[in-house]
Nanobody
């Protein structure tokens, strides 16, 4: 089994910064991508930022230049540094891990989501 846990959400004023962290654990044989998504009650879940095992990154246009995704010192961790936050960044942020891992005794390509962490930016 593979588990994903996020941390670091909270309340911040417009223009402030927050850092989200995500850790994947369990029987992971190869980690392909780690990504952050976000969702509000009025929108579908959307990709915010993604990093691959080779270090390539991709960002949503709305956050490029303000957010930075980076891998942690531990291989199975990823961070999202969010600067110059705006009220429209308010959402629940989810970490997603794509990996080759153990699924009930079988090696499979897995897509695992964390439980989400709330980010609220107040004006």
């Amino acid at each position: 089994q593979v588990q994903v846990v996020e941390s670091g959400g909270g309340l911040v004023h417009d223009g402030g910064s927050l850092r989200l962290s995500c850790a994947a654990s369990g029987s992971i044989f190869e980690l392909y991508t780690m990504a952050w998504y976000r969702q509000t009650p009025r929108t579908q879940r959307e990709l915010v930022a993604l990093t691959t095992s080779s270090g390539d990154t991709n960002y949503a246009d709305s956050v490029r230049g303000r957010f930075t995704i980076s891998r942690g010192n531990a291989n199975n961790t990823v961070h999202l540094q969010m600067n110059s936050l705006k009220s429209e960044d308010t959402a629940v942020y989810y970490c997603n891990v794509n990996a080759l891992g153990d699924d009930r005794g079988m090696m499979r390509r897995l897509s695992v989501w964390g439980q989400g962490t709330q980010v609220t930016v107040s004006a």
